[in-house]
């Protein structure tokens, strides 16, 4: 797809991402995975501290993501799976 997520506002903790056009060279789109070990990723907003994170940490189905500083919690592992999306 062409689109990726993006801080709603200024990227600070807390503050919810939302799936937005992908635009090239921007950097509030910019993601740094972070191998965990196991297939599992920590994704960082490049140049900052701040993780993707699970709003609710019961892993409830279409929680929130939100922009956290590390908690070393599995609310901030992702797993990547491959998808194929129709053209």
Do not use: H, M
């Amino acid at each position: 797809t062409s689109n990726t997520f993006q801080a709603v506002g200024n990227a600070k903790p807390g503050c919810t991402l939302d799936q937005q056009k992908l635009v090239s060279g921007s950097v509030v789109q910019q993601l740094e995975f972070i191998s965990a070990g196991d297939n599992r990723y920590y994704i960082r907003l490049k140049g900052t501290e701040l993780y993707l994170t699970i709003s609710d940490d019961s892993g409830k189905i279409n929680s929130a993501i939100i922009l956290q500083t590390k908690l070393n919690s599995d609310v901030q592992l992702w797993k990547l799976v491959k998808q194929n999306p129709a053209s």
